[in-house]
């Protein structure tokens, strides 16, 4: 079965449509005097356009940062790959495996084998998680919440760092005003018991 991370090789190649819209909910397009254009501002590509109540995705420019789907107030915009009903599925079974703690990694991080597949959730890039998705987890009963980069400075995803950070920020503000115990944070290093052991050693020991 493919990774994830032969799937995003495939988008890159083929430069297959990774993000769509439903223009029934966006508000640009519903209303010709709305000034939104969030998804505009957010895209790290250019690969947004949005005037004259239309709303487009290039999806040859694109790079499936997912940061306009996180920033979408109307929640227009949405990933095809992944979806986030997948990433959810993923958080819930690899959060089973890692002492109740969700996990989610991006692809890049991922790719290194740090951590073991069967205990965290991937993402081409951490953008696409939003606030709703984390006070989600944090209502669903997960304690801790950890999503890892892979160094954002060098990757090509790395202008959506900022946003990442803000969406961290905002949802801890929720899950506290909301008075649950959950924690957010941002890392660049798998907490250890997500560590994959068995990957230094080929033999498993």
Do not use: W
């Amino acid at each position: 079965m493919p990774s994830i991370n032969d799937m995003m090789e495939v988008v890159d190649l083929l430069k297959v449509k990774a993000i769509d819209v439903d223009e029934l909910k966006c508000v640009a397009v519903r209303n010709r005097i709305s000034r939104c254009r969030k998804c505009v501002d957010a895209c790290i590509a250019d690969a947004i356009t949005c005037d004259h109540n239309e709303i487009a995705v290039d999806a040859a420019a694109c790079v499936n940062c997912g940061c306009c789907v996180a920033v979408c107030p109307d929640h227009a915009l949405f990933a095809l790959e992944p979806r986030a009903s997948s990433v959810d599925a993923a958080v819930d079974k690899t959060a089973d495996r890692a002492s109740g703690m969700a996990v989610i990694a991006c692809a890049r991080k991922a790719a290194r084998r740090e951590g073991d597949p069967a205990k965290h959730a991937t993402v081409p890039c951490l953008g696409h998680i939003d606030e709703e998705q984390l006070v989600a987890y944090a209502a669903g009963g997960l304690g801790d919440i950890v999503l890892v980069d892979g160094e954002c400075a060098t990757c090509k995803y790395g202008a959506a760092s900022p946003l990442i950070d803000v969406v961290v920020d905002e949802a801890a503000k929720l899950i506290e005003a909301a008075g649950a115990d959950a924690i957010v944070t941002r890392t660049s290093a798998f907490p250890p018991e997500v560590i994959d052991h068995s990957a230094a050693d080929p033999r498993g020991r």
